[in-house]
C-alpha cells in the first residue's frame, strides 16, 4: 500500500529554519516526482517546491525562493524541505505529494496523485 507520512512540523519563531520529511513506503520512489504543498486557515492549498523523478529539477514557488530547499533520498525512500528564514505567512499544514513519472514536474495541485496527511508548520514570536 502506498503511503506518505510527513513529519517535522512544529511551532518555530520568525527567523528560524524546519526540516520537514516525508517517509514514503509502497512503491519505488525514484520513479515518481515529488512535491511539497501547504495550505493555511481559510486559503486554497498552494504548490509551495518539487523536483522531478530521476534528474532531480527542482521548481519552488517565488514566495519561498532562496529560502526553501527541496531533496530526496531514493535510497531512504524520503524527501525533506528545508525551510529557513520562516516568516509568519509560511504558517500552514504542508503536505508531500508524488507522481509517477514526473520528469517536468509543476506545482498545479491536480497533476499528484498520492498526498500524505500533512504537518502544521506554527511560525509565531
Known amino acids: 500500500q502506498l503511503q506518505l507520512v510527513e513529519s517535522g512540523g512544529g511551532l518555530v519563531q520568525p527567523g528560524g529554519s524546519l526540516r520537514l520529511s516525508c517517509a514514503t513506503s509502497?512503491?519505488?520512489?525514484?520513479?515518481?516526482?515529488i512535491g511539497w504543498f501547504r495550505q493555511a486557515p481559510g486559503k486554497e492549498r498552494e504548490g509551495v517546491s518539487c523536483?522531478?523523478?530521476?534528474?532531480?529539477?527542482?521548481n519552488y514557488a517565488d514566495s519561498v525562493k532562496g529560502r526553501f530547499t527541496i531533496s530526496r533520498d531514493n535510497a531512504k525512500n524520503t524527501a525533506y524541505l528545508q525551510m529557513n528564514n520562516l516568516t509568519p505567512e509560511d504558517t500552514a499544514v504542508y503536505y508531500c505529494?508524488?507522481?509517477?513519472?514526473?520528469?517536468?514536474?509543476?506545482?498545479?495541485?491536480?497533476?499528484?496523485?498520492?498526498w500524505g496527511q500533512g504537518t502544521q508548520v506554527t511560525v509565531s514570536s
Open positions: 505529494a508524488v507522481q509517477y513519472g514526473g520528469s517536468y514536474p509543476t506545482l498545479s495541485f491536480y497533476e499528484w496523485e498520492y
Open positions: 523536483i522531478s523523478s530521476r534528474t532531480g529539477i527542482t
Open positions: 509502497g512503491f519505488t520512489l525514484e520513479n515518481y516526482a
